[in-house]
């Protein structure tokens, strides 16, 4: 594996004993955000190697979107019976053998929630060190990060179903929605809001009331890639566009909030031959990034930062869908965008829109 990080660090954590990595990519733009992520990896190689890769994706979101973050990560593998992670786990000490790495790195890193985590545990890092984001609101965090994700993914629709669709509102658009969690929820609500008509679900199954009390129609996990439809949304699971999934799509548009939504690099060729457009997940789903380093590392307010994160995420794609005329694709283009503003070292502030506090 090619080593084209900053930084590298292990330690065993002095509480807990369980190993702690931090990886950052690159701090060329700002200071790296990325979540805690903690798992069961089985072997710590495979942690190192996930560590370095979700590293390395963290700057090319941040730096497509025009963030003023790098990228890092960090991962605690944790035993099997952790893995589950138990609420009624006492899940402090291992919270502050995180906070103890990251405050080593006085602000290269700022931890944030990933899976496994969540805003209540950085609330505990906040104990030992400043370096966080995505903390509660009662600490004046954020409040995770699903708030962003699914505006930013609805103004990537917005956008994408005017320019590729010719559809000023997205009223009377049909949209199959999967996966009903904290994204897929929200983004129920703004879809049935803004008129569409909304076919959603999620492999658990208790979730078909709230799915039908948003305003959506249920349909069952296994039908969902075959709906007849404008836009498929996937916001449930990585790798979903395989060559299976592919080849069933009845729809025009797929814009989610799935990470790496594509099985294969090969998979948006497919669908543009198919006559499908794919928008990069990495742009599409960069609001959560966006909004809560907007607040907690650029200090602005709730406002101003979500006017933001639209701005950049939407700015982001028209600049894409410009470049397809030089025969790139929406993915490439978008990498090309963010190896452009890496090579430049370029970032415009913190914000385009003047904040309440004067911010610029
Ligand atoms: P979540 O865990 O709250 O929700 C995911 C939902 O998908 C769950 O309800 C789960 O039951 C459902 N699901 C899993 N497999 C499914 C399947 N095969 N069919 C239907 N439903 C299925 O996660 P989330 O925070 O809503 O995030 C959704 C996706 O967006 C994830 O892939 C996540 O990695 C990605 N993402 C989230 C954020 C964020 O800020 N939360 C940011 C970037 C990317």
Redesign the pocket.
């Known amino acids: 594996m090619l080593f084209s990080h900053e930084t590298l660090r292990a330690s065993r954590g002095r509480r807990t004993d369980f190993p702690i990595i931090v990886a950052i990519h690159s701090t060329i733009l700002g200071p790296a955000v990325g979540g805690c992520r903690v798992k069961d990896y089985g072997d710590f190689s495979s942690a190192v190697a996930d560590c370095l890769l979700l590293a390395e994706a963290m700057t090319y979101k941040a730096a497509a979107v025009d963030n003023g973050t790098g990228g890092g990560k960090s991962v605690a593998c944790v035993p099997k019976d952790w893995a589950g992670f138990s609420r009624h786990r006492d899940r402090a000490p291992l919270f502050l053998d995180i906070a103890d790495i990251v405050a080593e790195l006085v602000g290269q890193y700022h931890v944030a929630p990933d899976v496994g985590s969540t805003p209540d545990d950085m609330g505990v890092v906040r104990r030992r060190t400043p370096y966080v984001a995505g903390l509660p609101l009662s600490l004046g965090g954020a409040g995770g ?2 708030y962003g ?1 699914a505006i930013g993914v609805f103004a990537a629709l917005e956008l994408a179903s005017s320019t590729i669709l010719g559809s000023q509102s997205l009223r009377g658009a049909t949209i199959a929605l ?7 929820s929200l983004l129920c609500d703004l879809l049935t809001k803004a008129g569409a008509s909304v076919v959603a ?4 199954l208790s ?1 078909r009331q709230a799915v039908e009390q948003s305003g959506a129609k249920w349909v069952a ?1 296994e039908t969902i890639c075959a709906q007849d439809c404008d836009v498929f949304m996937p ?4 790798g979903i566009l395989d060559d299976r999934v592919i080849a069933d799509l009845r729809c025009k548009l797929v814009v989610g ?3 790496n939504q594509l099985a294969r690099p090969e998979s948006e060729s497919l669908m543009t031959q198919r006559g499908i457009v794919y928008i990069p997940d990495f742009v599409a ?1 960069a609001g ?1 990034l966006a909004y809560s380093s907007g607040i907690e590392i650029h200090g602005l307010s709730a406002q101003a930062s979500s006017e933001r994160l639209v701005t950049r995420i939407t700015g982001a794609l028209r600049t894409a869908f410009d470049m397809r005329d030089e025969g790139l694709s929406l993915t490439r283009a978008a990498y090309r965008i963010a190896e452009d503003r890496l090579r430049d070292g370029g970032y415009a502030g913190p914000s385009a829109l003047p904040g309440p506090d004067g911010n610029a």
Request: overall charge negative; charged content about 10%.
């Open positions: 990060t699903a994700t999967q996966g009903f969690g904290g994204v897929g679900t999620d492999i658990d979730k996990p916001c449930a699971l990585g909030a799935a990470n789903n959560g």
